[in-house]
């Protein structure tokens, strides 16, 4: 339910964030699957199907069934917002399209997941954020700038038309006219179901998470605070810094504004006393190797006959 250039991005994103937001859980399927089979710590999870893994599965079914059916009937309704007004109708869109964005969808949220979960085991957590954070910037990077600094302008106007239009009445005069159209009636009604069900899965498994053994103790905040911080972090963050990155390369240039920008991102996000690593471990994220929770699970290994 958004448009083309920006849709394998929101896919990648929303991969890796269920994947941190499931992390404890999927540490403690790593630990339980070396204790059901009795082989070598190491050993054990390669040989425990993929597929068994129920946080996947979930994400794979929800980029299925709800991100591609709502982008494709975008498409089809509106093939002109969906496509950032590349295409002026349904003959300008290449029939490969609807094909390459369905496959595109599920491959780019498994491969966030993956990505993410595989850092997570290997305790590597807070990168684990930092790969959600960047898909979700170049997703807002893209809505916000795009490739011609209107980024913005195509995606609140509903075809290309209004696009060539926009300089020529005011912004505020252009926002309602795409609030008040079918296009945005359209967004409204499937964004409550692919951003709200997206929404509950995030915050049940990160609360899921909280219950498990050191799941409270690593959570330094009450709950309610917790979460509006991983909400914060995960999509206030990436779009304040799409919103900065536009800025500094409209006033400065693509060379001296990128650059402004990555000194800007490197300060707040990768000095271990960062301020973004700081609220990080407020919310109960797990922050060591996955074989480190064998100290909190009980042993299960089958007892010789």
Not at 153 to 173: C, H, I, K, Y
């Amino acid at each position: 339910m958004i448009g083309l250039p920006a849709a394998l991005f929101w896919a990648y994103a929303t991969g890796s964030t269920f994947a941190l937001s499931a992390a404890r859980q999927l540490q403690f399927l790593e630990r339980r699957a070396a204790d059901r089979t009795g082989l070598p710590a190491l050993l054990a999870p390669r040989l425990v199907s993929r597929a068994a893994n129920p946080y996947l599965c979930l994400t794979l079914l929800y980029a299925a069934v709800l991100l591609v059916p709502t982008g494709l009937f975008l498409m089809w309704q509106n093939p002109s917002w969906s496509t950032m007004h590349i295409a002026d109708g349904h003959r300008g869109v290449w029939a490969g399209f609807p094909l390459l964005y369905a496959g595109g969808v599920v491959l780019a949220a498994l491969l966030g997941f993956l990505l993410a979960q595989a850092l997570c085991l290997v305790g590597a957590g807070y990168w684990a954020y930092l790969n959600c954070v960047g898909g979700s910037f170049l997703l807002f990077g893209t809505l916000v700038h795009g490739w011609d600094g209107q980024g913005y302008r195509r995606f609140l106007t509903t075809d290309g038309a209004a696009l060539r239009a926009w300089p020529e009445d005011s912004v505020v005069n252009n926002v309602l006219r795409f609030l008040t159209s079918g296009t945005f009636l359209t967004l409204l009604f499937l964004g409550a179901a692919v951003i709200g069900t997206m929404l509950l899965m995030e915050i049940g498994w990160l609360a899921e998470g909280w219950l498990l053994p050191g799941g409270a103790q690593d959570r330094k905040v009450p709950r309610f605070l917790a979460v509006a911080v991983a909400g914060a972090g995960l999509h206030g963050l990436p779009l304040a810094g799409a919103v900065l990155a536009s800025t500094l390369v409209r006033f400065l240039g693509y060379p001296a504004g990128l650059t402004v920008f990555a000194a800007v991102a490197g300060t707040l996000l990768l000095p271990r006393r960062s301020p973004v690593r700081g609220l990080y471990g407020l919310v109960g994220l797990p922050k060591a190797h996955w074989r480190a929770t064998s100290d909190l699970v009980p042993a299960t290994r089958p007892t010789p006959a």
